[in-house]
């Protein structure tokens, strides 16, 4: 039996790790916004770009 | 021109390929595109000569129409150093970072050309747009690129920034809510994997089940004094206020079931309810979230100085410096120039005022103001730039007291809400079966007193009562606001839901803004000759002449906005007409006297123009302001269903929307004190009452209405005391919205019903003390989850129905 424990103890923890870094994204701000970076991803690179600085 | 003809401004339905107006008065072609504007072909060169045309592939019509907004203050204002704090991030070495807010932003389009500001200007280093806060940060060298210069460039492409702070608050869902929502996730999960176990009723070893429920005690304390705060503090609000809310029954549930279960746990006699208290705290946490997702976005409270200019130019002899609003005094000369806001009550000294006050009174077409006039503050100069001797300070203008009226106007009493008498009666019922239940108990047997009252209280914790409003609410704000009708929250909703008689004020709200119908009557003209008399008109401010100026020939397809004409020998006499040469013919316009022509009767609402061409009178156009399309059926459809009235600061009413109205319930003449009286009176005899209105002073009509809702044409136009702003063309689908508010509050009831059916099974399971774990933990989601589906479902079906 202590094997479920010890399973326990570790799927636990590695949902912790996950729910912290869940929140450590949502403190980044990556929650923020949920419309731009999908609309963003979708944008061509344009190679024309020869006006950056 | 052929037979006499009716032609209205909206001739073409060429849409514009920048901004998908409908092209109209400044209808023109340019690189083989449609356009409605000069300004929106400025932009599109712009876009064109940096190479983002792309901006037009990616969404259809994506732009913004340029518009001489009341928003729009002197870029130089950028400069200043108290403005330039709000926006400045942080400025090091020449490179320099700034946030501002720009409400225009809708669409995918707009993120691709904000973010692509380095190829306009190469001193812009970076840009990112923050879609949900409608903000736009920009990195730039700022000794390339001046702060006022920047602004200058959004606005060239339509994106002009807001001059106040862009907020410490954010606009989204708040953080704090998702990392609320990622741990109630976490451990509800994790909590109902402890429970497992007891679900199937495992005889594990003894000692592995402690472990699991002191695991679950563990992971019950975050639920309480994290994830549960909201839900405390509104108790605690109400109990403070005597008031009882919603939250009260879900705190009291919650501080039960973990009471319950560290007993539980404690003494031994069972495994508590942790699973369905992190459950619990999860639906009513995503219901908390939906609520914030839908009511993002919209900024309802707007400063003063949203609207007015914060720097005007003093003239001090020759000279002409910026100077803050607040620091003039009276005596000084200040210069107002075309599309500005006249800041201050102030004389005119210099120019002829076209004063258009739609700001104040909604009242579009411009009066005239000679020098020596006053001028009140608020109004608009629309034409040459003026001259003005300040007569007030700031602090004392007219503008500012009506804004301080409306600020305080604004504080109605708050409405019961549906929710709240639910909640308790709710409340009330739940206590007394607790009570009712103890007793029997303690008679039968005083050890099931305990597990019983807490196990009522458990189970009847209006979760799904909780979660309904929102989705039900949320979902048809979300609906209205597709169609052009943005609520302030949800509240307005159920409002609106009982709302049973409608008024509206005419000025601006039933007619649109700037269109107006023009008719000839008489020998008819030829495109030529109209073109003469259209560019004897253009030398004109009158407002007529302005219509006349602007409105093409019928027979016109496309053309500059300029008419090849000029006019030369120009003669003004006020208030009679205006003469002039043009192409070697005198052509006259203006009254009929003026004209040698015979006076017509005119219908009330309308105004008539004659024409005379080489001293021959030719006939007359006939202008009126048009009413919006679809508005004569929308009210046609309202009566039917409601007493309407109509408080028109107008005398006359055109003869269209009298009839749709109905005699009885037009008040012409009213002064907006009036209007609120009008109001006043109608809840008085228990009615409830919507005010659809616009400009400043409105404001207390509305404020005294129990649905205020704003009619604007543009983003940056006032919304005044209001509980909800409409499109100019939304107008049309009132009814509409009427009977969606009043279904979204059937979808509520009957979810009630639904979670009250929930409620009485489990609270006479828990009264008989058949109250397992397993059962709550089967019933509280349950309950939750069929309420949402059946709410979001409902809606749905109800917006298709509706379409």
């Given at each position: 039996m202590s094997v479920i424990i010890l399973l326990l103890l570790v799927s636990t923890s590695v949902a912790g790790l996950f729910l912290l870094g869940f929140i450590h994204a949502v403190r980044r701000g990556q929650?923020?916004?949920?419309r731009s970076p999908a609309v963003r991803i979708l944008h061509e690179d344009d190679p024309r770009q020869t006006k950056t600085p | 021109m052929g037979a006499p003809g009716r032609h209205t401004a909206?001739?073409?339905?060429v849409k514009c390929y920048h901004c998908g107006d409908p092209c109209a008065e400044e209808h023109r072609t340019h690189d083989g595109q449609d356009f409605c504007c000069q300004g929106c072909v400025v932009v599109y060169d712009l876009l064109h000569e940096a190479g983002l045309t792309d901006y037009y592939a990616l969404g259809e019509r994506p732009g913004t129409k340029q518009r001489s907004s009341?928003?729009?203050?002197?870029?130089?204002?950028?400069?200043?150093q108290e403005v330039r704090s709000r926006f400045v991030e942080f400025s090091e070495g020449g490179v320099t970072r700034a946030r501002f807010n720009v409400p225009q932003m809708h669409c995918s389009s707009c993120i691709w050309l904000l973010e692509n500001l380095h190829r306009i200007d190469p001193a812009v280093v970076r840009s990112r747009v923050s879609f949900a806060d409608k903000e736009l940060s920009i990195t730039f060298h700022e000794d390339k690129l001046t702060l006022p210069d920047l602004v200058r460039l959004l606005r060239r492409i339509g994106y002009g920034p807001r001059t106040?702070?862009?907020?410490?608050?954010?606009?989204?869902?708040?953080r704090l809510l998702y990392i609320r929502l990622g741990v109630a996730g976490f451990i509800f999960g994790n909590t109902m994997l402890f429970s497992f176990p007891e679900y199937l009723g495992a005889d594990g070893e003894a000692g592995l089940k402690t472990g699991l429920q002191w695991l679950s005690v563990l992971f019950s304390i975050p639920v309480v004094f994290f994830l549960s705060t909201d839900f405390f503090r509104g108790a605690w609000a109400g109990i403070r206020n005597r008031r009882v809310n919603i939250d009260q029954p879900i705190a009291l549930g919650i501080v039960a079931l973990w009471t319950r279960s560290l007993h539980d746990v404690l003494t031994g006699t069972g495994p508590g309810y942790f699973d369905s208290l992190a459950g619990l705290l999860f639906f009513l946490l995503i219901g908390r979230w939906y609520q914030a997702h839908t009511y993002r976005?919209?900024?309802?409270?707007?400063?003063?100085d949203d609207f007015l200019p914060i720097i005007v130019l003093r003239k001090s002899g020759t000279e002409e410096t910026p100077v803050k609003v607040t620091d003039l005094k009276p005596g000084e000369r200040i210069i107002v120039r075309d599309?500005?806001?006249?800041?201050v009550d102030a004389i005119l000294r210099a120019g002829t005022g076209h004063i258009d006050n739609s700001f104040i009174t909604g009242e579009p077409l411009p009066v005239r103001k000679n020098e020596g006039d006053t001028i009140k503050a608020g109004g608009r100069q629309r034409g040459a730039a003026i001259e003005l001797e300040v007569l007030r300070n700031f602090a004392d203008s007219r503008l500012k007291q009506l804004w301080a009226e409306q600020e305080s106007a604004h504080e109605r009493p708050v409405m019961p809400r549906m929710i709240d008498a639910v909640a308790r009666r709710f409340t009330m019922a739940v206590l007394l079966i607790a009570l009712g239940a103890g007793l029997f108990w303690w008679s039968r047997d005083p050890a099931q007193v305990w597990p019983v009252v807490t196990a009522v209280l458990i189970v009847a914790c209006p979760c799904a009562l909780a979660l309904s409003m929102p989705f039900a609410y949320g979902h048809t704000i979300r609906l209205m606001g597709k169609r052009g009708l943005f609520l302030r929250d949800s509240e307005v909703v159920e409002r609106m839901a009982r709302v049973d008689m409608v008024v509206f004020d005419k000025t601006g709200t039933l007619t649109t803004r700037e269109a107006h119908e023009l008719t000839w009557h008489g020998t008819p003209l030829n495109i030529e000759e109209y073109d003469r008399v259209r560019a004897l008109a253009r030398n004109s401010t009158h407002p007529l002449s302005v219509v006349l100026a602007t409105t093409p020939h019928p027979g016109r397809r496309q053309e500059g906005n300029i008419p090849a004409w000029s006019a030369t020998d120009v003669q003004e006499q006020a208030g009679q007409g205006i003469r002039g040469t043009v192409g070697g013919r005198t052509v006259r316009i203006g009254a009929a006297a003026f004209c040698m022509a015979e006076e017509t009767p005119r219908e009330s609402g309308e105004a008539h123009v004659h024409v005379a061409i080489d001293g021959r009178p030719r006939g007359y156009f006939s202008i009126r302001k048009r009413a919006r399309s679809g508005i004569v059926e929308a009210v046609l459809r309202l009566r039917e269903r409601m007493p309407l009235a109509l408080l028109t600061g107008d005398s006359q009413v055109d003869p269209g929307l009298s009839d749709a109205f109905g005699a009885g319930s037009i008040r012409t003449g009213c002064s907006p004190m009036d209007k609120q009286r009008g109001i006043h009176e109608a809840q008085g005899r228990g009615r409830c009452v919507l005010m659809v209105g616009d400009g400043l002073n409105d404001a207390g009509a509305l404020a005294q209405a129990d649905v205020g809702i704003t009619v604007t044409e543009t983003s940056a136009a006032l919304t005044p005391a209001s509980d909800a702003i409409m499109d100019g063309p939304a107008i049309a689908g009132l009814p509409h919205f009427l009977r969606m508010a009043r279904r979204a509050r059937r979808i509520v009831i009957a979810s009630l019903c639904i979670s009250l059916g929930y409620n009485i099974i489990g609270v006479s399971l828990a009264v008989a003390g058949h109250m397992t774990p397993l059962i709550a933990a089967i019933l509280m989601p349950l309950s939750s989850i069929s309420v949402v589906s059946f709410v979001t479902a409902a809606t749905a079906i109800g917006a298709r129905e509706l379409r």
């Open positions: 929650f923020d916004d949920d | 909206e001739l073409t339905k009341v928003d729009e203050q002197r870029p130089e204002l950028f400069a200043l106040t702070n862009p907020g410490k608050t954010r606009g989204g869902v708040p976005a919209l900024r309802f409270d707007r400063a003063l599309q500005e806001l006249v800041p």
